[in-house]
């Protein structure tokens, strides 16, 4: 079982930056591809950005982020991350990576993931 941990949540104003991190471990992480996902209050859980695993480096982003948004993987060092810039208010809401065994495609959908951090919030101020 993959355990995974994020960091790096916080309070923003509109137009700002964070970037988040997720740590992964017990697992073999080079295989596995990593998705985040947000969910605001009252919403269902929603993709926001992949990127695929075994050095295939395929990313997706929701229409949503695109242009603000990137996703990273750091295979050395077991982690992804998600630069998020521009930031708005309507990106509030719990961020969560989560990890999936590779396989035919790049997983965009909540379901084909096994693995969830515990979440981090983001907070952006108008």
């Known amino acids: 079982q993959v355990q995974l941990v994020e960091s790096g949540g916080g309070l923003v104003q509109a137009g700002g930056s964070l970037r988040l991190s997720c740590a992964a471990s017990g697992g073999t992480f080079t295989a596995l591809d990593m998705g985040w996902f947000r969910q605001a209050p009252g919403k269902e859980r929603e993709i926001v950005a992949a990127?695929?695993?075994?050095?295939?480096?395929?990313?997706y982003y929701a229409d949503s982020v695109k242009g603000r948004f990137t996703i990273s993987r750091d295979d050395a060092k077991n982690t992804v991350q998600l630069q998020m810039n521009s930031l708005k208010p309507e990106d509030t809401a719990v961020y969560y990576c989560?990890?999936?065994?590779?396989?035919?495609?790049?997983?965009?959908?909540?379901?084909?993931?096994?693995?969830w951090g515990q979440g981090t919030q983001v907070t952006v101020s108008s």
């Open positions: 990127v695929r695993g075994s050095g295939g480096g395929r990313t």
């Open positions: 989560a990890a999936a065994r590779g396989g035919i495609g790049l997983p965009i959908a909540a379901p084909q993931y096994r693995s």
